[in-house]
């Protein structure tokens, strides 16, 4: 059972996915580590915290192929 902070962060962690499409790399790296502590404390479950990678990499690959044309 999720406790009252898990649930209380699934709904912040569709406001993180929105963000993440606006954010820069050095953005991003320190978004990681902030979301690192939330999942090391519990706040947020397994399924979310792959959503939130998968975000993270495809925001990543965006930023590679804007380099890339560049």
Do not use: Y
């Amino acid at each position: 059972m999720l406790s009252k902070k898990a649930v209380d962060a699934g709904a912040g962690v569709d406001a993180w996915i929105a963000q993440i499409s606006q954010m820069s790399l050095e953005e991003l790296a320190t978004f990681q580590s902030k979301t690192l502590a939330e999942i090391t404390a519990g706040k947020v479950t397994p399924k979310q915290a792959r959503t939130i990678d998968r975000s993270i990499g495809e925001r990543l690959n965006v930023i590679e192929q804007h380099l890339r044309c560049a």
